[in-house]
């Protein structure tokens, strides 16, 4: 067993390791929590470039001791002349592709949450400078990164689909195939833009020089994004949602973020009885399982484009909402599972600082390596996120111009009882991240594991995430066969995974007690750490 790392004037989770290397390293250096996270977030960009990128999106929860919690939604709308329209006159009327420059139709949207975070951070007593923040992820994008397993796998299974992608093989492969684990990959182009961020500001991604060269790359390939669409854009202070749970006060992000389903599952599952027994026994999975489901009903059917939402995110975590879809599962019974979920592709990371000041952070391309495309004058791998979009115009989260998409992405902060300090907690995995989210704060709060342990336990999936077709319940076959056997009796259809899978997230925690002591802990099936000092 693994044990949780221990700190006293800040502590990082990545889920790479020079991720968190980067965050301490800005917090001995002065910087805060804030100003840490961003460092954190540039590096993983270069050094995680299959989960992540400046061409993504990013939200953040933030909580600080004295002041009301905030968030950052930093995600993208769709193209304004991307229609439904616009798609059937390229043929498409059933989905929108998952790769290529159709594809990358929202705007980018992560470089503004990092400038806006940046000003917060001055706010708050930051005093480092953009270029400092980003000088490591400018390093390492200039002299190279060494491939990691999960890159090299990763990309080697999803060849064939991104190969021809504009820009992608002269970017990503080594010779026309996946590089090799361990190998040296370097980020040229990428490097430079990195740099012009560092010296101009995130602003000119969206403005100014910059924004031009990214605008006429994406025309020139076929993108629907306009120069008009990068000046519209802007990184938007949010309240984080709230859920009160016992004596604890639960955040996660507002709409178009999924963030109202994992308060959902945590708020179903505290309506439940008889599962509390065993941490990893079958009564707690099915009742999280059944509770998943209720929740995913009601994202299914009203999640989308906050300005778009027919009722408040917040109206769902109405107390009697939430009684009413816990008495909808039956204890001993499956309910039918028809979803077809969607698979992410995500890093998240978490920050606390000395003075208290905690950030839970979470920045994606959506699939591997998003659309696949990397724009040749700045070496920036653009997001799919927008083929999330539906093209039926009844549909919830139909595609209109200039509208936000539903997002997997979620980050989540619990500021525990009576003053007691912070959990701070997350994970990628497309809609596995709700789930992931219940059952490491249940196995903390419920179960009594330390952040580490409650990491290191095996893990379940229902549904799909990055690398995955199965819509299946997933279990990691660390669990017993009695667990296995009693869920597939109870009507759940079940499956094996490895011992410690992928498929099931590279999560992390962190927490701040009162007395100013922070632990963490790490996801083995990673390549992260927990840094502290």
Known sequence: MLNSTLAT??????PHSLA?????????????ALEAMIAAAATIAVVYPHMNSIGGDGFWVISRPGFAPGGIDAAGKSAMTASIDWYAKHGL????PFRGPMAALTVAGTVSGWGKAHELAKSAGGRLPMSRLLADAIYYAQTGIAVTPSQSQLTSKKLAELQDQPGFAQTFLANGKAPQAYSHLKQAALAQTLKAIAKDGTESFYRGKLARKIANDLHTLGSPITLADLNAHHAKLVDPLKLKLGR??????QPPSQGLISLMILGIMSKLRGWDDDPEGPAFIHAQVEATKQAFKIRDAHLTDPAWMKSPAH?????TLLSELAANIDPHEAAPWGSRTDPGDTIWMGVIDGSGMSVSFIQSIYH????????PQTG???????CAFSLNPTHINHLAPGKKTFHTLNAAIAELANNQGTLVYGTMGGDGQPQTQATLYQRVMQFGDHLQQALSRPRWLLGRTWGQTSESLKLESRFSSTTFETLKAMGH???WLDDWDEAVGHAGMLMRDARGIMTGGFDPRSNGVVAGF
Request: hydrophobic share 40%; charged share 20%; glycine share 12%.
């Open 20 to 32: 968190a290397q980067s965050a301490v390293d800005v917090m001995r250096e002065g910087g805060n």
């Open 368 to 375: 591997e390596f998003g659309s696949g495309i990397v724009l």
């Open 248 to 253: 604890n006060t639960l955040l996660n992000m």
């Open 93 to 96: 009327t059933d989905h929108i």
């Open 380 to 386: 920036i791998n653009w997001q799919n996120r927008g």
């Open 493 to 495: 259809d079940v499956q």
């Open 315 to 319: 109206s769902f975590l109405d107390d």
């Open 9 to 14: 004037r800040g502590i990082a989770v990545a």
